[in-house]
T-cell receptor, first 118, second 117 residues
Framework: AQTVTQSQPEMSVQEAETVTLSCTYD???????LFWYKQPPSRQMILVIR??????QNATENRFSVNFQKAAKSFSLKISDSQLGDAAMYFC???????????????FGTGTLLAVQP | DVKVTQSSRYLVKRTGEKVFLECVQD?????MFWYRQDPGLGLRLIYF???????EKGDIPEGYSVSREKKERFSLILESASTNQTSMYLC????????????????FGQGTRLTVV
């Protein structure tokens, strides 16, 4: 069974600085998707960034980028130029790329609570 | 704009009551999910459905059941609510096929915070 581990329950960063959130996962599959979701105090989960395992190039979305190390099963999120609005709970998630049924589910880590200091 | 709507943001129920949490999506998604979120435990899958009337147990199905009579609606049922079911409940939906990375995303409702007293 696949598992996702986030070892940092809480992180803090100064406004305008850069922070990296860690995520490791375990799977025997070769094809899958990885995600970072953000959950602000409003509780609405928002997709931040996704990575396809078959792509070697790291995904980037504006100030958010990932460091995907497939062999090490590591998927960290880097937030550059941190803003007050980045304060939230961040979840790493895994989804199999195999078709259908139980493989469609998202498997989540336990989350990292990010505080942004002004 | 895509939307997953949960019927209540906050709910308070008494021990032993039968509780219904409703979720509706307007994106014609095949997959729908119910997760439970607790501090330090992340999101844990209770049940999911990949088609109308089809369901599968997730990681923590005990004490819960689900119903999916229409594609857009997925209901979570607590047959006899207990205090250890006090939690945040999140509904999500996603497409079934894999037509590219943009189709793999799951969309979430705003969550229902359930308190059982």
């Amino acid at each position: 069974a696949q598992t996702v581990t986030q070892s940092q329950p809480e992180m803090s960063v100064q406004e305008a600085e850069t922070v990296t959130l860690s995520c490791t996962y375990d799977t025997s599959e070769s094809d899958y998707y990885l995600f970072w979701y953000k959950q602000p105090p409003s509780r609405q989960m928002i997709l931040v960034i996704r990575q396809e395992a078959y792509k070697q190039q790291n995904a980037t979305e504006n100030r958010f980028s990932v460091n995907f190390q497939k062999a090490a099963k590591s998927f960290s999120l880097k937030i550059s130029d941190s803003q007050l609005g980045d304060a939230a709970m961040y979840f790493c998630a895994y989804r199999s790329a195999n078709y259908g049924g139980a493989t469609n589910k998202l498997i989540f880590g336990t989350g990292t609570l990010l505080a942004v200091q002004p | 704009d895509v939307k997953v709507t949960q019927s209540s943001r906050y709910l308070v129920k008494r021990t032993g009551e039968k509780v219904f949490l409703e979720c509706v999506q307007d994106m014609d998604h095949e997959n729908m999910f119910w997760y439970r979120q607790d501090p330090g435990l992340g999101l844990r899958l209770i049940y999911f459905s990949y088609d109308v009337k089809m369901k599968e147990k997730g990681d923590i199905p005990e004490g819960y059941s689900v119903s999916r009579e229409k594609k857009e609606r997925f209901s979570l049922i607590l047959e006899s609510a207990s205090t250890n079911q006090t939690s945040m409940y999140l509904c999500a939906s996603s497409l079934k096929e894999f037509g590219g990375a943009s189709r793999t995303e799951a969309f979430f409702g705003q969550g229902t915070r359930l308190t059982v007293v």
